[in-house]
C-alpha cells in the first residue's frame, strides 16, 4: 500500500511494498495447507483437483538423476500431547504433558516423488511456500 512516512531506507516518497513478517507468511502457508487438504480429500477426481491445484507430476532430481514422478498424496493426522525437552543441569528429560485443551489436532500432507535411484517426500507447506515465491 503507498505511503509516505519516515524510515530508514531509502526509495521514493510514494511505492508499494510490504511489511509483513515471517508469523504472517507461516500463518498464510498453514491456511492454504488446510485448504488444499479439505479441497483434496473431497475431490472427486484427486487428479483433476492436483493439476488445477498446480502440482507437478513430476520434479527435477537434486541429485542428476531422472525427473522424479509423483506416485503419492498421503494426509497425516497428529496430536501433540505434551512437551519434553532435555533437563537442566542433567541428563534427563523434562517432559510436560498437556492439559486436554491444549490438545490440538494437526492434519498434514506430503507429496511422494519417486525415480529409479531415488525418492522425495515433499511436505505440502514447502511445496505451498515455494509456489508462492515463484
Known amino acids: 500500500m503507498p505511503h509516505d512516512h519516515p524510515?530508514?531506507?531509502n526509495h521514493p516518497p510514494t511505492h508499494l511494498h510490504s511489511h509483513v513478517g515471517d508469523e504472517n507468511v507461516a500463518a498464510e502457508v498453514q491456511a492454504l495447507s488446510a485448504?488444499?487438504?479439505?479441497?483434496?480429500k473431497a475431490a472427486s477426481d484427486k487428479a483433476a483437483f492436483?493439476?488445477?491445484a498446480g502440482v507437478p507430476l513430476e520434479i527435477e532430481s537434486e541429485e542428476g538423476g531422472g525427473a522424479l514422478k509423483l506416485i503419492d498424496v498421503s494426509v497425516r493426522t497428529e496430536w501433540a500431547v505434551g512437551a519434553a525437552s532435555p533437563a537442566f543441569g542433567g541428563g534427563g528429560l523434562s517432559y510436560m504433558p498437556y492439559p486436554g485443551?491444549?490438545?490440538k489436532?494437526?492434519?498434514n500432507c506430503a507429496l511422494t516423488y519417486v525415480s529409479l535411484t531415488e525418492r522425495?517426500?515433499?511436505d505440502l507447506r514447502k511445496f505451498i511456500a515455494q509456489s508462492?515465491?515463484?
Open 132 to 134: 508462492a515465491r515463484r
Open 105 to 107: 489436532e494437526r492434519t
Open 101 to 103: 485443551d491444549l490438545i
Open 35 to 40: 485448504q488444499f487438504i479439505e479441497g483434496f
Open 7 to 9: 524510515h530508514d531506507h
Open 120 to 122: 522425495r517426500d515433499v
Open 50 to 52: 492436483l493439476r488445477l
